[in-house]
């Protein structure tokens, strides 16, 4: 599982660069992020550009690390592809997260400047 993660102030980026989440690498997933995540930021952007699968053990590391984080801190999405834009829309999971078209427009374009 490759993650990797930038600080821009008050948020965390961290970014998947394999091409799937499912059930063979969701509990790496969630340690991982557990590690990335640990006193970090308030707000954490996960960049999904690079996902083209995720199954229903996927999305459930996903949802596990946004309730890692807490109450107090926030796990956005963004760079969904169309297929695991799909998941979360056929899950009603895109009504629990906030996701953004890419991480330009989750940082408000302080990625750039990065």
Wanted: glycine share 10%.
């Amino acid at each position: 599982m490759d993650l990797t993660s930038k600080d821009f102030g008050a948020l965390r980026v961290i970014t998947v660069g394999d091409a799937r989440i499912d059930a063979a690498v969701a509990i790496r997933f969630k340690d991982m992020m557990r590690g990335l995540t640990e006193g970090g930021p308030k707000r954490v952007v996960l960049d999904l550009a690079a996902v083209g699968f995720l199954d229903s053990s996927g999305l459930g590391a996903v949802v596990a690390a946004m309730k890692q984080l807490g109450p107090d801190r926030s796990l956005e999405l963004a760079g969904l592809t169309p297929m695991v834009e799909k998941v979360f829309r056929l899950t009603r999971m895109d009504t629990v997260f906030t996701i953004h078209p890419d991480v330009a427009a989750a940082t408000g374009r302080l990625a750039d400047a990065g």
